[in-house]
Nanobody, 125 residues
Framework: QVQLVESGGGLVQAGGSLRLSCAAS????????MGWFRQAPGKEREFVTA????????IYADSVKGRFTISRDNAGNTVYLQMNSLKPEDTAVYFC??????????????????WGKGTLITVSS
């Protein structure tokens, strides 16, 4: 059974940093592109960032470019999201995702193979 388990969420002040982790099990991790989505209260789930199976390519939403960094450890079956210069508008539940499609397709939540249950990030002003 595939499991994606996020950790590292919490409360942080604007301008601060957080690092999320997503531990994967039950799948051949190195063959999946991995990504992060988020969903703010009353809004639809939106793409944040994704990384190719090798870690050699990454894509970001414009809203987080330059502030967030995605990385992965294929030996440890874990993907990370380093979030710097956090803003109140970054407040959301952050979801880890695994996808067997090509990296650009991870911008679209439709068709994602596996989802984590999410972790809440609250950024106070």
């Amino acid at each position: 059974q595939v499991q994606l388990v996020e950790s590292g969420g919490g409360l942080v002040q604007a301008g601060g940093s957080l690092r999320l982790s997503c531990a994967a099990s039950g799948l051949t991790f190195r063959t999946y592109a991995m990504g992060w989505f988020r969903q703010a209260p009353g809004k639809e789930r939106e793409f944040v960032t994704a990384i190719s199976w090798s870690g050699g390519s990454t894509i970001y939403a414009d809203s987080v470019k330059g502030r967030f960094t995605i990385s992965r450890d294929n030996a440890g079956n874990t993907v990370y999201l380093q979030m710097n210069s956090l803003k109140p508008e970054d407040t959301a539940v952050y979801f880890c995702a695994a996808d067997s499609r090509l990296l650009p397709m991870m911008r679209y939540s439709f068709g994602i193979d596996y989802w984590g249950k999410g972790t809440l990030i609250t950024v106070s002003s």
